[in-house]
């Protein structure tokens, strides 16, 4: 047998350099500004100027760009009435995926890789996710999709979109700091592939789809739906003990739970833990964070693993009543905005990305005429 060097799963491996986030000593940055001070002291739209530029926006800087995400939201009539068709049952993330591909042939600057365009597109994308997402579930449900109205943040557009009526303020406040926590996270798998993708000079959709279907994965951003389910499965707190026994005596891994670079705690999931705390409060749905609190400490104890970002998310997303399938879109919806300042960074200092394998295959092997094999 032979032994690989390969370092499984690139842990460890610094891949390429990037000023758009970092995570150094458990502490996670956009562009230099500490995650707890965005959540706190910023809007979504802000975090999406900072990564996209090197600082935050002045007023007149965010004013412009959502004045321009503004113009961007609206979806071309043809695409919506293609869309329609998707199979009703068909997972949200899988029609994201397509639904982002085949946005790039209504887009008459598509495959233009210039900068100027690159930077339209970014913008466009960010606008655009939240639409398609909210059209994509509103075709599943049998209704039609809402048109994006002008002077709404992000967050209240997508609320607003979804359900086609004006957003309750602390479901819109709730969901602006999710998406700034989920905006950007260093190289993770999505973020990767969507820079392996235009390292080949490909575009911007192409990069999109590709970074969509990492981010499918549970490992990664799926995890969020798995954590609800887990808890549906739990069903009440005294459960909590005994399913986490005999889910780990079975060797099974709890979603939101863990992560590659954290190994003392995530540095969202805090401010996650807080929303669900206080909207459960608000809402009187308290079920779902106390089980979560449980299972939290119960991990903590028997496994040494604490919560990542996907695991309080969970149960903020299901008191706020989003449907349990579009917590991973939700993500998407924000990330877009990362990935999008990723791939303007690679095609800022491009070099095709071409890893090698270490090959463990047989050797020396030579074919015999097929009658003979
Ligand atoms: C995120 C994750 C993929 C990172 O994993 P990684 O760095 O590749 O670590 P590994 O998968 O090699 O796991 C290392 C060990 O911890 C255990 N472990 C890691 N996460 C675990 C979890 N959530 N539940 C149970 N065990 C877990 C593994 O079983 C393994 O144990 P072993 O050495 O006894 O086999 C992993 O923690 C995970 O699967 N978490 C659940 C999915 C999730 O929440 N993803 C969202 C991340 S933001």
């Not at 954590?227 to 499965?233: K, W």
């Amino acid at each position: 047998m032979t032994t690989s060097t390969a370092d499984k799963g690139l842990e460890g491996v610094v891949a390429l350099t990037s000023s758009v986030s970092s995570i150094v000593d458990g502490v996670l940055t956009y562009r230099g500004y500490d995650i707890d001070d965005l959540a706190e002291n910023t809007t979504f739209e802000e975090v999406v100027y900072l990564l996209l530029n090197d600082d935050l926006p002045n007023q007149a800087q965010l004013d412009e760009l959502k004045q321009q995400l503004d113009q961007e939201r609206a979806l071309p009539a043809e695409f919506l009435a293609q869309i329609k068709h998707f199979p009703k049952t068909a997972l949200p993330m899988e029609a994201l995926r397509t639904a982002v591909s085949m946005l790039s042939m209504f887009d008459a600057e598509a495959n233009d890789i210039t900068p100027e365009s690159n930077r339209r597109k970014a913008i466009r994308m960010i606008a655009q996710f939240p639409t398609i997402i909210a059209a994509l579930h509103r075709n599943r449900i049998g209704k039609e999709a809402v048109a994006p109205k002008a002077g709404m943040s992000t967050a209240a557009s997508f609320l607003h979109m979804m359900h086609n009526t004006d957003p309750d303020p602390v479901a819109v406040e709730a969901l602006d700091k999710a998406l700034i926590l989920h905006a950007d996270h260093e190289l993770n798998a999505s973020t990767f592939a969507a820079r392996q993708t235009v390292s080949t000079l490909s575009d911007m959709y192409s990069a999109m789809t590709s970074a969509i279907g990492a981010l499918k994965g549970p490992l990664h951003g799926g995890a969020n739906e798995q954590v609800i389910r887990t808890l549906q499965r739990i069903e009440t707190p005294e459960n909590v003990a005994p399913f986490l026994e005999q889910a780990l005596a079975g060797k099974e891994r709890i979603m939101g739970f863990g992560h590659r670079v954290y190994k003392d705690g995530d540095p969202r999931a805090k401010h996650l833990k807080k929303m669900s705390q206080e909207l459960g409060k608000m809402t009187g749905e308290t079920k779902w964070y106390v089980m979560s609190d449980m299972l939290e400490n119960a991990m903590v104890e028997k496994k040494g693993l604490k919560p990542n970002v996907d695991f309080y998310s969970a149960s903020v997303y299901f008191v706020l009543g989003i449907p349990v399938d579009l917590y991973t879109p939700i993500f998407a919806l924000s990330r877009v905005s990362g990935w999008a300042a990723h791939v303007l960074e690679q095609f800022g200092n491009n070099r095709l990305i071409r890893p090698r394998a270490d090959y463990t295959g047989p050797i020396s092997r030579h074919s015999k005429p097929i009658s003979e094999r």
